[in-house]
T-cell receptor, first 113, second 113 residues
Framework: GDSVTQMEGPVTLSEEAFLTINCTYT??????LFWYVQYPGEGLQLLLK?????DKGSNKGFEATYRKETTSFHLEKGSVQVSDSAVYFC????????????FGTGTQLKVEL | GAGVSQSPSNKVTEKGKDVELRCDPI?????LYWYRQSLGQGLEFLIY????????KSGLPSDRFSAERTGGSVSTLTIQRTQQEDSAVYLC???????????FGDGTRLSIL
């Protein structure tokens, strides 16, 4: 079946460090890919998305590139801030799959001063 | 408000009792989804409503779980004869037509004693 695998957390970084959170997927079709973020005490929010191979999604300094050849959608940010501390979820949605999202298990990011 | 609204925000009940969780989607959104977020299982799809079409119930874990959506708007997720493994955060999301992203509510935290 379709699935998403994320690196396990927590990931702890110092402010201004470079961030990478790995995400790979398995899908029977050609999915759209998403990163969602859940800040402490808040609901899930869409961070960025990419709908086809080689697309790059970006938002708030975060980027992720849809790599079909490696079935990956790694999340990156050049310089993290304390306010980026949250849980990050990678997800896929199959075309024609009824729009339901298949999520990874989430990766907690902690950014310290 | 403008977002997806869920109630109650917290629910504690005894094993064996029935519970009802409510979701008010964003006005005008035709699609509504229920997900469950639990330790060790991550975020799991439960059920999906799209307009007047038959719902996609493929994610419901057992026949104790059911959901309905009245008038194409408000949805209720019902869990009968609750078990301790039903303890989780139940998330509702809605989206518009086509490729629109899903917007999530803050969830209902369900605890079964």
């Amino acid at each position: 079946g379709d699935s998403v695998t994320q690196m396990e957390g927590p990931v702890t970084l110092s402010e201004e460090a470079f961030l990478t959170i790995n995400c790979t997927y398995t899908a029977t079709g050609y999915p759209s890919l998403f990163w969602y973020v859940q800040y402490p005490g808040e609901g899930l929010q869409l961070l960025l998305k990419a709908t086809k191979a080689d697309d790059k999604g970006s938002n708030k300094g975060f980027e992720a590139t849809y790599r079909k050849e490696t079935t990956s959608f790694h999340l990156e940010k050049g310089s993290v801030q304390v306010s980026d501390s949250a849980v990050y979820f990678c997800a896929l949605r199959l075309t024609g799959g009824g729009n339901k999202l298949t999520f990874g298990t989430g990766t907690q990011l902690k950014v310290e001063l | 408000g403008a977002g997806v609204s869920q109630s109650p925000s917290n629910k504690v009940t005894e094993k064996g009792k029935d519970v009802e969780l409510r979701c008010d989607p964003i006005s005008g959104h035709t699609a509504l989804y229920w997900y469950r977020q639990s330790l060790g299982q991550g975020l799991e799809f439960l059920i999906y409503f799209q307009g007047n079409s038959a719902p996609d119930k493929s994610g419901l874990p057992s026949d104790r779980f059911s959901a309905e959506r009245t008038g194409g708007s408000v949805s209720t997720l019902t869990i009968q004869r609750t078990q301790q493994e039903d303890s989780a955060v139940y998330l509702c999301a809605s989206s518009g037509t086509g490729d629109q992203p899903q917007h999530f509510g803050d969830g209902t935290r369900l605890s079964i004693l």
